[in-house]
Structure formats: structure tokens, C-alpha cells
């Protein structure tokens, strides 16, 4: 199957530091992005919708000034957490689709972030 | 809007016995129903989908699901299970229109005791 890589894998940063994740396509283009968050022993909620070249379309309830999502190429989407903050701690994860429409979408091995 | 449950928060097996993970689903078209594995810090682990063709799906580590239109179910199967099998495992369903994301269940978790 097609690879996704997240990166980093864990980040621990202090409050009000801001903190930016990786998420590659490493053997397809990807022309859409999902960034989900899962709080522990909790479901994956979906965060935002990045299509590449267009603005992402957050989901109600998640702040997009807080969560920057940048999809500016069909291999990499980044998402950065500014000020971030200790209720910002949690598990944050890619997911990554070949093409519109397609059936199934590629998640990255996920980044677990601390705020301390 | 699309929506899955899994009823089961836990579901404790004995190694070597057959086990069922519950998952029934609502969407307003037809599904793409599939079942994810996540140990611990991990992301996702792809196990089976279904998109069309055959109700029974067979996936990797000897898992299958059965979709069931009329009772709208995609419940996990395996035969045997096996103490490595104990993990979280989510449900996921995404309408067959559109570019729409996947919508998770909460989760079961799976303990196989030895």
C-alpha cells in the first residue's frame, strides 16, 4: 500500500511555543489531507479537510488560527499548533488520498504532542 | 450525516477462541466500510475494506467482516484469536459520493487472554 510519513513522531514543548507536524506522501500524490485528533482512549475526530493549492475547511468547534493547516504540494501537508497549550496535548494524525473520489486514504504513524 | 457505533467499549476473548468485533453504520448512500487496528502510540493499521462485490471481506492477520446491508453491519471476525491480536480497533465509514472523509466509532478495545 501507499506510505504516508508523519513527522515527528512525539514533540514535547513548553506553553505557548508553537510546534509544526509533517505529513508526506512518499510514493503517491496526494490531492487530499485529513488531520484528525484523538484525546486518550477516545476516537479519531476529524480536525480539518486540506485539498492541495486550496484554503482547509475545518471542522466546527476546531480554531483555524490555532491549527494552521498548509497544503501547498501534492506530497506534504503541515500542520502547525500555535501557542499551543496543555489542553492542546494529544495524539494528532494524517491521513492522505490519491485522488478525489478514491476509495481509501493512507494515515501517517501519527505524533503524539506534550504541551508542559 | 454519517455515523458508526461500536457498541462494545472492551471485548475480552480467550486465545484460540473465534472473536466478533460489533460495528453497525448510517449513511445517507451507499458505504465504504473498513476496520483499522491501532496499538499503542501507533497510528493506524490498515486491516480490510468493503467497496463492493462480495459481503465477506477478507484482510490481513486472518481477519474478515461480513457487510450486511438490511441490518446495516460490518462486524469483525477472526476464527482464532491470538494474544498479539490485543489492540484498539475502530470501525470507519465514508459515503461513496464526494471526496468525504472517514467517520470513526469510538473504538473497541480487544484483549485475548492466554
Known amino acids: 500500500g501507499a506510505v504516508v510519513s508523519q513527522h515527528p513522531s512525539w514533540v514535547i514543548c513548553k506553553s505557548g511555543t508553537s510546534v509544526k507536524i509533517e505529513c508526506r506522501s512518499l510514493?503517491?500524490?496526494?490531492?487530499?489531507m485529513f488531520w484528525y485528533r484523538q484525546f486518550p482512549k477516545q476516537s479519531l475526530m476529524l480536525m480539518a479537510t486540506?485539498?492541495?493549492?486550496?484554503?482547509?475547511?475545518?471542522e466546527q468547534g476546531v480554531e483555524k488560527d490555532k491549527f494552521l493547516i498548509n497544503h501547498a504540494s501534492l506530497t506534504l501537508s503541515t500542520l502547525t499548533v500555535t501557542s499551543a497549550h496543555p489542553e492542546d496535548s494529544s495524539f494528532y494524525i494524517c491521513?492522505?488520498?490519491?485522488?478525489?473520489?478514491?476509495?481509501?486514504?493512507?494515515f501517517g504513524q501519527g505524533t503524539r504532542l506534550t504541551v508542559v | 450525516a454519517q455515523s458508526v457505533a461500536q457498541p462494545e467499549d472492551q471485548v475480552n476473548v480467550a486465545e484460540g477462541n473465534p472473536l466478533t468485533v460489533k460495528c453497525t453504520y448510517s449513511?445517507?448512500?451507499?458505504?465504504?466500510l473498513f476496520w483499522y487496528v491501532q496499538y499503542p502510540n501507533r497510528g493506524l493499521q490498515f486491516l480490510l475494506k468493503?467497496?463492493?462485490?462480495?459481503?465477506l471481506v477478507k484482510g490481513s492477520y486472518g481477519f474478515e467482516a461480513e457487510f450486511n446491508k438490511s441490518q446495516t453491519s460490518f462486524h469483525l471476525k477472526k476464527p482464532s484469536a491470538l494474544v498479539s491480536d490485543s489492540a484498539l480497533y475502530f470501525c470507519?465509514?465514508?459515503?461513496?459520493?464526494?471526496?468525504?472523509?472517514?467517520?470513526f466509532g469510538k473504538g473497541t478495545r480487544l484483549s485475548v487472554i492466554a
Open positions: 470507519a465509514v465514508r459515503d461513496i459520493s464526494g471526496n468525504t472523509p472517514l467517520v
Open positions: 491521513s492522505a488520498r490519491a485522488l478525489r473520489g478514491d476509495t481509501e486514504a493512507f
Open positions: 468493503y467497496i463492493t462485490g462480495d459481503n
Open positions: 449513511v445517507s448512500g451507499n458505504p465504504y
Open positions: 510514493d503517491f500524490q496526494a490531492t487530499t
Open positions: 486540506s485539498n492541495e493549492g486550496s484554503k482547509a475547511t475545518y
